[in-house]
């Protein structure tokens, strides 16, 4: 027995009729069904009372942004990986030999390797705010 049951294109339609939240896959169906899975025109669209009634019941139709990450979390974040463990433990068994000078050096490592994915990270987030600020806000669709 599967565990995930796929619904028929008819219970799809049915859930969204009876305001069940639809489990559809819009994008693998054809535009046909689209159209009449969401009940709207194609040639007219939605009417402004239709457009205000979805918009009442469903919300805005936008993307929900996560807060910006601290940078501290950032950075600390380069070091959770299992590489980077395997290195600490290598250093830490090391020092247990009193290897200081490899110990050191593994450190220095993992230290220059987490400032340079830090700053890498950084960089990245801050251009993908810069592309962001230069996307259009507004579209003009039909309804």
Known sequence: MPMFKRRSKKEEIDAYLEDEEPEADYHAMD????INVIDT??????????????????????????????????????????????????????????DWIDAIVIFAI?????????????????????LKQMVSKEVRIIR
Not at 66 to 73: D, Q, R, S, V, Y
Request: hydrophobic share 50%; with cysteine.
């Open 31 to 34: 535009t046909g069904e689209v």
């Open 41 to 98: 025109d194609p040639q007219r669209g939605l009417t402004d009372y239709e457009a205000q009634c979805r918009i009442e019941e469903h919300g805005l139709n936008v993307l929900i942004e996560k807060g910006k990450t601290p940078l501290f979390i950032l950075f600390l974040k380069q070091f959770v990986d299992v590489l980077i463990g395997l290195l600490f433990i290598a250093a830490i068994v090391s020092m247990i030999f009193e």
């Open 110 to 130: 993992v230290l220059i390797n987490g400032i340079i994915g830090f700053v890498q990270e950084y960089q990245a987030e801050r251009s993908l705010e810069a």
